[in-house]
């Protein structure tokens, strides 16, 4: 089973909406952290915010926010007010703690591409 | 700025051949980690070092090897390119929290 699914392999929005991007994942550890990542057209791989599993808030940072719904083991990323620059690739990850020798891995899932459009 | 940098940014090489990719980072930090990132596929970590001196196998190590002489540098070795090792390659630190990875700007191998 994939540990971590986004369900959307593109998404479209327009110049200052908000939009929403998936992430489901799956773990049996009672501690572990989220996190995604942008990855521009140039290659590079951005951090852009994290969420651990015991954190009783919903990260932010600027434009960017974590709908964490533990429940339902999802961690959404939301994009406020969208940019032309925000036009790239998401990748949504996980890091479990708890298994001897995997908790420095980053599991990856497959990205979306966000497409901005003016 | 992540504070990672990687060398080369691009290589081709024939299958046989051997390379070594360099990652340096200039935060001081402990951990760094080698990903690569195969089309349409997120990035799979090949090796890890939790701390000079020590590495360990990721999800995907077979076919590299990797040396932490000092804290500042990390490096991927490939003794024998494949045709399966055309990727992008990524090295990361760790981060001050403790959490995050950041990554430097990655070098895009192909073996032909």
């Known amino acids: 089973a994939q540990k971590i699914t986004q369900t959307q392999p593109g998404m479209f929005v327009q110049e200052k909406e908000a939009v929403t991007l998936d992430c489901t994942y799956d773990?049996?550890?009672?501690?572990?952290?989220l996190f995604w990542y942008k990855q521009p057209s140039s290659g590079e791989m951005i951090f852009l915010i994290y969420?651990?599993?015991?954190?009783?808030q919903n990260a932010t940072e600027g434009r960017y926010s974590l709908n964490f719904q533990k429940a339902r083991k999802s961690a959404n990323l939301v994009i406020s007010a969208s940019q032309l620059g925000d036009s790239a690739m998401y990748f949504c990850a996980m890091r479990e703690w708890g298994r001897s020798g995997s908790n420095y891995k980053l599991t990856f899932g497959k990205g979306t591409l966000l497409t901005v459009n003016p | 700025n992540a504070g990672v940098t990687q060398t080369p940014k691009f290589q081709v090489l024939k299958t046989g051949q051997s390379m070594t990719l360099q990652c340096a980072q200039d935060m001081n930090h402990n951990s760094m980690y080698w990903y690569r990132q195969d089309p349409g596929m997120g990035l799979r970590l090949i090796y890890y070092?939790?701390?000079?001196?020590?590495?360990d196998k990721g999800e995907v190590p077979n076919g590299y090897n990797v040396s932490r002489l000092n804290k500042r540098e990390f490096s991927l070795r490939l003794e024998s390119a494949a045709p399966s090792q055309t990727s992008v390659y990524f090295c990361?630190?760790?981060?001050?929290?403790?959490?995050?990875?950041?990554f430097g700007p990655g070098t895009r191998l192909t073996v032909l």
């Open positions: 773990t049996s550890d009672p501690s572990y952290g």
């Open positions: 070092s939790a701390s000079e001196g020590t590495t």
């Open positions: 990361a630190r760790g981060g001050s929290q403790g959490n995050e990875q950041f």
């Open positions: 969420q651990g599993s015991y954190d009783q």
